[in-house]
């Protein structure tokens, strides 16, 4: 691993933070944010789970945001670095799943090469949280037996799709679009164009899981002009297949009866102590 001197407790965790709730942080991850010196967030982190961070934890934010890059993901790399051998414990904390659309791999590559020690806690990805809380499950018995996860988001510069949608028109499954939310015309366009049928269900999941949830349902065919009257934005994820249609009789999720501050009903330091 290279001649780089380590500090013996430096270490990064990446971690993921779940979609929106912090209910749905992995008791793992609520440890060692507890235990953290240094967290590095992203956009997509609930400012609730930051309160689980030590007075005097440093955080920073390394968010992006589509178009906006606040730190490039070069500078993120060496911040966690530098963090790490300064003998931190440093928490990375990623929405969702950190191995899913999330870039963690990219990072743990960039420690592994500096000789940084760090750990993987999986998180709950928005790409089954978000149809759950629609009522969605993204397998069903009889209806879709895979489940293909697919980011629509693409260089908006560059004409050609790079996502083969051929081959998952062809696949029979359920798809689930990440970063979905400003792709809907180009997905319906080209699942159509490959042979999916107009009347596939799909269903259009905005802010999972937090009292802001929108779960939308339409067709294939209609889903493009559907989004644009329904103003869909990011965050959401989008659904494509059979299984979408199950939000009409499985939709349980109520987000007005969501609490604005989720810890209300969980205090940070009881949450704490029990771990
Ligand atoms: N690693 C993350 C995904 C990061 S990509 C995960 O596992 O969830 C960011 C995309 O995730 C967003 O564009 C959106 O498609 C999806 N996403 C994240 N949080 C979401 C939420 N609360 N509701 C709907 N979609 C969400």
Known sequence: MGDKIVSSDGRVYIVGAGPGDPELLTLRAARLLGEAGAVVYDRLVGAEILELCPPGCLRIFAGKSPGNHTMRQGEINSLLIDL?????????????????????????????????????????????AAPAYAGVPVT??????????????????????????????????????VM?????GRISRELLRYGMTDETPVAIVENATTGRQRALRCTLAE?????????????????????????????????????????????????????
Request: aromatic letters at 8%; hydrophobic letters at 45%; a negative charge.
């Open 84 to 128: 790490a051998q300064e003998g931190l414990s440093v928490v990375r904390l990623k929405g969702g799943d950190p191995f899913i659309f999330g870039r963690g791999g990219e990072e743990a590559q960039a420690l592994s090469q500096a000789g940084v020690p760090f750990e993987i806690v999986p998180g709950v990805t928005s790409a089954t």
């Open 223 to 275: 889903a493009p002009s559907f989004a644009e009257r329904e103003e869909v934005a990011p965050p959401a994820v989008v659904v494509v297949g059979a299984v979408a249609a199950l939000a009409d009789e499985l939709a349980w999720f109520r987000p007005e009866e969501s609490p604005a501050s989720p810890w209300s009903r969980l205090q940070t330091q009881t949450l704490l102590e029990s771990i």
């Open 140 to 177: 069903h018995r009889g209806l879709s037996s895979s489940v293909t996860f697919v980011t629509a988001h693409e260089d908006p510069a560059k004409p050609e799709t790079s996502v083969d949608y051929a081959h998952l028109a062809a696949g029979g499954g359920t798809l689930v679009f």
């Open 180 to 184: 979905g939310a400003r792709s809907i």
